[in-house]
């Protein structure tokens, strides 16, 4: 089972138990953390899609972790004209766990897992 889900602005495709970096998050380390913003979630048998989002779906989450990403480096160059201009940044992150997806109750909507056309 997985799911797709809006966290901070970005979309993730999400299971139970996996861990993933996101933008940082209020939260402190150790809190829980909801989303109700699930856009699709895939149980093997069965696909839900959300217009835009599946209401009364959550996905629970627990906050391991809040730290600082890879340096990336900006480097701006005009040639010809000796301007040089170099800068650093690294984003801020919290790894989080994946606790669990719930799904609605009762709307159990079927979908054939092939389009059409």
Known sequence: MFAIVEIAGQQFKVAKDQKIFVHRLPEEEGASVSFDNVLLVNDDSNILVGAPAIEGALVSAKVLKHLKGDKVIVFKKKR????RVKNGHR???SQ???EGINLPKGSK?????????
């Open 80 to 83: 010809r004209k000796g301007y």
């Open 91 to 93: 984003q801020l992150l």
């Open 96 to 98: 989080i766990v994946i």
């Open 109 to 117: 909507k079927e979908t054939s897992k092939t389009t059409e056309a």
